[in-house]
């Protein structure tokens, strides 16, 4: 096997033995993202120097026996996390030339746990989407089928880990973007409880309802990186001082005696068959484990698309106000006074999809209309929260499908706003409520195509996830295999 | 209640204020894909939420501060570094008033 296929894990264990190196693993990553990049085209900014430089004094580190969570492993960022001196573009025009004077924090403690950053992901401009299709600079694709999407918003930072072109990534999930992908492209992606990971330096899309999480190849190396991300930050005020708790002693604990919440509601007409026999598969390899299987309700499912495409485009028109040709990014010169400048720089720089949730939110919060959208959406939203609350007095986690279809073509969803918001429609509810969730592979379609399969669990019970996905993956044994991307 | 949603009249409205423009055959599709949107919406009116609290942050956090000492910030060059236009510190911008 070669380097760029291992995981986190695996490639700390050759690090600590010598067998390998910072520089090794990184020349091989960057050898794999030279052979398929110009297929996958999963990232938007390559930081191959700097990577190099930082493998380098890795590899003096572990010398020196001072080896952090990370050190000397190619991490790659979604281009929606700032990166000090690094171009960060949220996927758009109107950031094309942005160059953040300061890091995020979870890009702080990934360079202080000594990863190797490998450069800025590809993704739904202003992570409104979901197939990375919207990107001013161009789609990536998926690595099992190159004609088909690896899903959005973070679709360049779930197609990296797929293909080999980083170890592990970073992602953002406002609706399911992180999920949504993972499951597309047949990786690990965990959205966190929100407020466990600090926003601070994240570009904002919808402020009560992002969260930064890993894209991994298994479930011990989510758990390695979030230990290294989640924590309380004070320079943001949704930040919650909530231990951290060790979530790797979480791994191998078994699930015997477990209740598992199936959500009658998520097993609807629509749902691609071969998706939905993975998923009741996944069910008996749980109940295998140990588990115990009980049908609970939901009964506000139904509108929590309705919910989100009000409260997110509102939340997002407010975000995205900022972007006016003044301080940062694309500037119109066209024109004549300040107004005209103003409309023709945000014309010019959002892209159709930001421009009709702008219009959405906007029209959302208007005068006269208030009440009827974003207070009504507020409220079936505290409604929906019950529902989980009340689910989880019942059971440990609940196991639902991440998405209804398997990959889809690139351009098949594009014509029509609302098919393509129908993709999130089982990720939705969680950012709304708030709670964490996962998406763990769970087998292939016969075209073999990836199926994900979504845990969800109760506020801060991140550790929960960890020690059920991983008793599932255990206990599974699926066949390993290897996307047929271009190249090597 | 009739099909329309919003009209091509309250699409200009809703542009200006949220400083965008669109051109004609732009501002006719995106009047169509919009009421398509919010026609879709109007489920939310089978909901009963009579008593119920608008929840707007799924964690309830409060008074986020810290202490009123003075910790560094931006340095103004940082600050103006990605600046389309700047002059004397400010950001520069076209003609404001007449």
């Known amino acids: 096997m070669e380097l760029y296929e291992l995981t986190i894990h695996e490639l700390q264990d050759k690090l600590r033995t010598g067998e390998t190196s910072s520089a090794e693993i990184t020349a091989s990553v960057f050898g794999r993202i030279d052979a398929v990049e110009k297929d996958i085209h999963a990232y938007i900014t390559l930081m191959r120097e700097t990577a190099l430089a930082e493998a380098t004094r890795a590899d003096e580190a572990i010398r020196k026996g001072e080896i952090g969570a990370l050190t000397g492993i190619p991490i790659a960022l979604k281009d929606i996390c700032c990166t000090k001196d690094v171009r960060t573009t949220c996927g758009s025009r109107i950031l094309h030339n942005f160059i953040p004077p300061y890091d995020a924090t979870v890009v702080e403690k990934l360079r202080a746990a000594g990863a190797v950053l490998t450069g800025k992901t590809n993704m739904d401009e202003f992570a409104m989407g979901s197939s990375t299709e919207s990107s001013f600079f161009g789609a990536t694709r998926n690595p099992w089928d190159l004609t088909r999407i690896p899903g959005g918003s973070s679709g360049g930072s779930s197609a990296a880990v797929a293909a080999g072109e980083c170890i592990a990534s970073l992602g953002s999930d406002t609706g399911g973007s992180i999920r949504q992908p993972a499951a597309l492209c047949g990786v690990v992606g965990l959205k966190p409880t929100y407020g466990r990971v600090s926003r601070f330096g994240l570009i904002a899309f919808a402020s009560s309802l992002d969260q930064i999480g890993p894209f991994t190849k298994d479930v011990e190396d989510c758990a390695i990186l979030m230990n290294v991300i989640a924590g309380y930050d004070p320079r943001e005020s949704t930040s919650v001082p909530e231990d951290v708790p060790d979530y790797r002693q979480f791994l191998r604990r078994g699930i015997e005696g477990w209740t598992v919440g199936i959500p009658k509601e998520y097993f609807i007409d629509g749902i691609d068959p071969e998706v939905e026999a993975a998923v009741r598969e996944t069910i008996r390899v749980v109940e295998k484990a140990g588990a115990k299987c009980i049908e609970v309700s939901l009964p506000h499912t139904e509108y929590c698309l309705a919910v989100y495409y009000i409260v997110a485009p509102a939340e997002a028109c407010s975000n995205l106000a900022r972007y006016d040709g003044v301080k940062y990014g694309f500037r119109s010169e066209e024109g004549r006074d300040l107004m005209e400048m103003y409309k023709k720089s945000r014309a010019a720089g959002f892209g159709a999809e930001v421009k009709r949730r702008i219009m959405i939110g906007t029209y959302a919060l208007s005068s006269g209309y208030y009440d009827a959208y974003y207070k009504k959406a507020s409220q079936v939203r505290a409604l929906i929260k019950r529902d989980f609350d009340e689910a989880f007095a019942k059971c440990d986690v609940i196991l639902t499908p991440t998405t209804p279809t398997p990959a889809f073509r690139i351009g098949e969803k594009t014509g029509d706003p609302m098919q393509m918001y129908l993709s999130d429609i089982f990720t939705i509810s969680t950012n709304l409520a708030g709670i964490p969730g996962i998406s763990v592979p769970c087998g292939f379609t016969a075209a073999g195509l990836p199926i994900g399969v979504q845990f969800l669990a109760g506020h801060f019970q991140e550790g929960r996830l960890i020690q059920f996905a991983s008793a599932y993956e255990k206990e599974a044994h699926l066949e390993k295999r290897r996307p047929r991307c271009h190249g090597i | ?98």
């Open chain 2, 1 to 98: 209640m009739e099909n329309i949603k919003i009209s091509q009249n309250e699409v200009n409205h809703v542009a200006h204020l949220a400083r965008l423009e669109f051109g004609e055959q732009e501002k006719e599709k995106f009047t169509s894909q919009l009421n398509d949107i919010l026609r879709y919406m109007d489920k939310l009116s089978e909901v009963d939420t009579a008593g119920v609290e608008p929840m707007t942050h799924a964690i309830a956090q409060k008074n986020a501060f810290r202490m009123d000492e003075v910790v560094g910030s931006l340095p103004p060059e940082l600050a103006l570094a990605n600046a389309p236009e700047s002059r004397g510190g400010c950001f520069q911008v076209p003609k404001v008033i007449e």
